[in-house]
């Protein structure tokens, strides 16, 4: 393979990844893609899910929480909205925040934005227990 | 000349206070690494997305149906400024510097007959600006209940504007906040947000004659991205500003401390003369009724 992809990503708190890398694959909001060294100039939102680096036959998951993704020949750069290292996740905080989530959305007395906001938060934290 | 016990006293008393700057200096640098380290480590983030956003603005710079949050909303009367400042004081003029900034600003934009609205974040600015312009202030919110401030509050904050903008409340929104330059310089700064104006020496990355790729389309890329770059910068502002006010605290306690201190000195010099004094006096007392006898 010639060279290698120059992978950036970043949340608004801290750059979580900056190096390079074989091959990154991006949950696009339209279907998830890989990206290769010297990919075409590409930008795509994202889907919450998992991207995945793979290096040298190494694989790293990090979970991220829709954002963007921007290949440019310098490199795939990846603006996450939240980004966790799957392994740094933990299951039973998981397990509670969906358990809270849960009981926000059957609150009947609530705003209907509120429960509409902790439904699409369940969602997303659906997709991140079955991704462990 | 105040007696020997009054002396007594306020040398206590200028003591005690120099105990609290002391400790007050010690918490600001302590909070100031942890700030200015949370700020260093937003930038990337912010960086990227202006890279980003010069990329995808070139592209939709000559599209008529640009989004309103890039193109503008073709007029300027009514302007809305973001004073961001902290919730506390003791810190040297961090606060009053923005204040007086925006209310240049303000002084500014009013004598050309614009409409001015205020939203103030952090509740010094607000006590400040309440006196002269509480009629312009249209929001308000501060952190004195939040712990620390997150992503997460930016949100919030965006949010509210983005809802203003939409509702056609107003037409251009300038972000004040203090720019974190270094431990000594904290430079009050506006920054127009709304719209969104590319920032220089940022370019739109060279493609070698490649065609660019959306997906889903520009215009959905620009409608999730203007959003989400006006709370970035928000943010930013939020992390710079905890930065400066720590770093301004700092310096201010510090300038406290060792004015305490001299104070100290010239008032214990007073009292030991005072002191002297009266020794001498009771001698020549002493003295002189020896003398008499």
Same mark, same amino acid.
């Given at each position: ?132 | ?56 603005? %070139?592209? +939709?710079? /000559?599209?008529?149906? !640009? @989004?309103? &949050? ?6 300027? *009367? ?117 719209? %969104?104006? +590319?920032? /220089?020496?940022?370019? !739109? @990355?060279? &493609? ?6 959306? *997906? ?78």
């Amino acid at each position: 393979m010639a060279g290698k992809l120059h992978f950036n990503l970043v949340s608004p708190e801290r750059q979580l990844v900056s190096e390079d890398v074989d091959q990154v694959d991006v949950p696009g909001s339209e279907g998830v893609f890989g990206v290769l060294p010297n990919h075409a100039p590409f930008m795509s939102t994202m889907a919450p899910g998992v991207v995945r680096v793979l290096n040298g036959g190494e694989e790293k998951r990090i979970f991220v929480r829709g954002g963007f993704a921007d290949v440019t020949p310098a490199g795939l750069t990846v603006l996450a909205e939240e980004a966790v290292f799957v392994a740094d996740l933990d299951r039973e905080e998981l397990a509670r925040r969906i358990k809270s989530c849960e009981a926000a959305v059957a609150d009947d007395e609530a705003q209907p934005e509120t429960r509409q906001r902790a439904a699409a938060e369940l969602g997303q934290l659906k997709e991140l227990e079955a991704s462990l | 000349m105040p007696s020997l016990k009054e002396l007594k006293n306020r040398i206590g008393s200028v003591k005690s206070t120099k105990k609290i700057t002391k400790a007050k200096q010690m918490v600001a640098a302590a909070k100031l690494r942890r700030a200015e380290e949370a700020a260093k480590a937003a930038r990337p983030y912010a960086v990227e997305m202006e890279g980003v956003l010069a990329n995808l603005s %070139a592209a +939709a710079k /000559d599209n008529p149906n !640009a @989004p309103r &949050l890039l193109a503008g909303t073709g007029s300027d *009367e009514t302007q809305l400024l973001i004073v961001a400042t902290a919730d506390k004081g003791l810190c040297g003029a961090f606060n009053s510097n923005i204040v007086r900034l925006a209310r240049e600003r303000i002084v500014a934009l009013q004598a050309q007959g614009k409409i001015v609205k205020l939203v103030c974040v952090g509740r010094k600015g607000e006590d400040q600006l309440r006196r002269l312009y509480g009629d312009l202030i249209v929001w308000k919110t501060n952190f004195v209940e939040t712990k620390s401030i997150g992503f997460h509050e930016a949100q919030e904050i965006a949010e509210k504007v983005l809802e203003m903008f939409r509702a056609g409340e107003f037409d251009v929104a300038t972000l004040f906040y203090g720019e974190f330059k270094n431990v000594v310089s904290q430079v009050p700064t506006a920054q127009q947000i709304i719209p %969104a104006e +590319a920032p /220089d020496g940022v370019e !739109a @990355p060279d &493609l070698k004659g490649a065609i660019y790729d959306y *997906e889903p389309d520009e215009e959905e890329i620009l409608r999730t991205l203007l959003p989400r770059y006006v709370a970035v910068q928000i943010f930013r502002a939020l992390l710079e500003n905890i930065a400066s006010e720590q770093a301004a605290s700092m310096t201010a306690m510090d300038n406290a401390t060792r004015n305490a201190g001299e104070l100290i000195d010239k008032l214990t010099l007073q009292y030991n003369r005072a002191r002297q004094a009266q020794i001498t006096k009771e001698l020549i007392e002493i003295i002189s009724g020896a003398e008499a006898l």
